[in-house]
DNA sequence: TAGTGGTCTAGACCACGGC
DNA sequence: CCGTGGTCTAGACCACTAA
């Protein structure tokens, strides 16, 4: 028995109504929905079909999911410049936004293969790996990996790692960025990554990987940024 | 009656052996998957559970799926630097692969609210808009859809729309290009989009957005790419 | 026309989050 | 402890592709 009103699928029916619900302000940034087996129930059908139509709103960044604790209709993504380097608080902030900083690992190890390519570093040089998560409004949108060369960097692991970088490397060390190279690309979250983001293994994210190279042109550092695919827009200005 | 050999889950046991089979090269770039029923008579287990392994591999880049045909193994990422305005083709055949560009139609028409916003024009303002589908290695990775100022670009649908638009801008205006300025984020393909690319509605996509300006600092397009999320690595240099 | 993925049903048990 | 999403079973019919 179809429904009186065709839109193609059921999947497409359920995404269209509750895109509208959103559209309409009746379910706002941040509310959370109702469980799926609410929205299965509402909607007349099985939580597999339902969950098609979440997937769908989660691809197109209307809504996200949190591991085991729901679906939330999504804020509007954080403007993000990587060729500015101004601290992500300050950033955050000027969108008006709350920032905030965890350090999940900081410790001394050896520059795996990729990291030697990127870097242009021999073969098991020390390099300092800081592992971190970024979180807008409390929600984690970026998980963040930190590779510095070890020796441009003495006694880097006694300071507070909670604070701007570009801040410590300006102040401690004298260094402050000249020009860096990027790419950029989506991909699935795995392991802690997925994990620090509280997404599902496998879940989508986009990736950012930038090199960091000093005022005089010397390679200083790799960030490997991983971003919830829903919370950001890179934007770029080329001249 | 769970696998002697744990990986945490079905799907993930399911898409560790076929990622391992990529690694090795028994499944190589380009090569077709047997389908979801012969692999999840392989795995013993239902082509919904086989699907999700599926899914996950695809999120990561690792295979892609064309609507009704089948699923593939993924081809290296295309490098694709935005800031330098060389000709796709050029693009593709500097990475040894094979470019191909469709028209899918050219007509002159009326600015959306967005557009107007975009390219910073009064409400009602003719536009030219062009929407093209451009292929790598024979496959359908890129929707594009072209925004002219009219008024900029005058009888240039008598032109061919085939070849490449910055030489049509040369050659017939006289412009070049002078700075840009780009919004990436990931997005999900819908209508004309997916079935251009092949994708089954919803599908993840990277969507990048240009806003063009000549030499003299005036706005001549936008240009609103939709990738197939696999295909492509967004890479740039900052001064 | 045969085979593919797209969609859908009607359930079930599990691991984890939060009270 | 209960509620949540995560995972999984065992089927079914449909729309479209490709030969």
């Known amino acids: 028995m179809p429904n009186p009103i065709r839109y193609g699928s059921q999947t497409t029916r359920i995404r269209k109504v509750l895109e509208e619900q959103i559209d309409q302000g009746l379910l706002r940034p941040g509310d959370k929905l109702p469980s799926e087996r609410e929205l299965s129930a509402l909607f007349e059908t099985t939580r597999i079909t339902l969950k098609d139509a979440l997937l769908a709103l989660e ?3 209307r809504i996200y999911c949190e591991d085991r604790r729901g679906w939330f209709v999504s804020r509007p993504r954080l403007m993000y410049n990587p060729q500015y380097r101004i601290h992500f608080h300050e950033m955050v902030t000027m969108q008006n936004r709350q920032a905030s900083t965890q350090v999940l690992s900081a410790a ?9 390519r990127d870097l242009n570093l021999q073969p098991l040089t020390p390099v300092i790996k800081i592992q ?3 979180s807008v ?5 970026k998980y963040v990996e930190h ?6 960097f003495p006694r880097i692991l006694d300071h507070d790692l909670t604070q701007s970088l570009t801040c410590l490397y300006k102040e401690q060390f004298g260094y402050s960025y000249g020009r860096a190279r990027f790419e950029i690309y989506p991909t699935a979250a795995q392991g802690i990554i997925a994990e620090s983001l509280n997404l599902a293994d496998s879940s989508p994210v986009l990736f ?10 010397q390679i200083l550092d790799s960030d490997l ?3 919830r695919h829903d919370a950001v827009c890179v934007s770029i200005d080329s001249g």
């Open 137 to 141: 409004d409390g929600r984690a949108v």
């Open 208 to 217: 950012i990987k930038r090199i960091n190279y000093d005022q005089n042109g």
């Open 225 to 227: 940024e991983y971003w």
């Open 147 to 152: 590779n510095l060369i070890a020796s441009r």
């Open 108 to 116: 001394s190890t050896l520059a795996t293969p990729e990291l030697c």
């Open 132 to 134: 971190r998560v970024r």
């Open 59 to 61: 691809a197109a960044g």
